[in-house]
């Protein structure tokens, strides 16, 4: 059966420090993966997708980025964090189109 | 520009009553809708798509293309139906899903 895992589940660093969460799917093969973020209020904000190692499609304009080098894995990362950048983020992956599966979250906590 | 509205933040209902949370969506084309749903401590997870026509949990959801709605329907809640509730949008042809603001329902004894 197919997994998702992200890590770590919850971390606290302090602005300008760099960011670097992971999520790794198992056993599917090129799986469309997702970032997203979760705020109060705002719901659910795509940040990224990728439906290929490399490939990267970026919907907001901001402090994050991400990447997939390899066919499970995907990245998110921040060079320079921002208070703002505190939130809750959730991956999530996809075969085709239908139902997407997500992971337990990462809180970020930016102090 | 693709959107997904939930009017709603909270909705409160008393066990038995009937449940509709709004869901409605901006999109020219034929969409592709979803709801999803949260229980606490639980991942987020599929309930339902319109492409199904199921009812899941008692819950049921209609595509009104004229009215760009996917309201999610229940006859009679329960208060395990308590959780926050998304709707979701994907634009045929791409490979986003766009989600709403989310409404929390709060099922009281």
């Known amino acids: 059966s197919q997994t998702i895992h992200q890590w770590p589940a919850t971390l606290v660093q302090p602005v300008g420090s760099p960011l670097s969460l992971e999520c790794t799917v198992e056993?599917?093969?090129?799986?469309?993966l997702y970032w997203y973020r979760q705020a109060a209020g705002r719901g659910l904000q795509l940040l990224f997708y990728?439906?290929?190692?490399?490939?990267i499609s970026s919907e907001v304009p901001q402090n994050l980025s991400a990447s997939r080098p390899q066919d499970r894995q995907f990245i998110l990362s921040s060079k320079k964090l921002l208070l703002s950048d505190s939130g809750f983020y959730l991956c999530?992956?996809?075969?085709?189109?239908?139902?997407?599966?997500f992971g337990e979250g990462s809180r970020l906590t930016v102090l | 520009a693709q959107r997904v509205t939930q009017p709603e933040k909270l909705l409160s209902v008393f066990k038995g009553a009937p449940v509709e949370l709004k869901c409605n969506y901006s999109?020219?084309?034929?969409?592709?809708l979803f709801w999803y749903v949260q229980y606490s401590r639980q991942r987020l997870q599929l309930l339902l798509r319109h492409i199904s026509r199921e009812s899941i949990k008692g819950f049921t959801a209609d595509l009104n293309k004229g009215e760009t709605s996917f309201h999610l329907k229940k006859p009679f809640a329960q208060e395990e139906d308590s959780a926050m509730y998304y709707c979701?949008?994907?634009?045929?042809?791409?490979?986003?899903?766009?989600f709403g603001t989310g409404t929390r329902l709060k099922v009281l004894a």
């Open positions: 990728s439906v290929g190692i490399g490939q």
């Open positions: 979701a949008l994907k634009p045929s042809g791409t490979y986003k899903y766009i």
């Open positions: 056993g599917t093969s090129n799986p469309n």
């Open positions: 999530a992956w996809t075969r085709g189109p239908g139902e997407l599966f």
């Open positions: 999109y020219s084309g034929s969409p592709e």
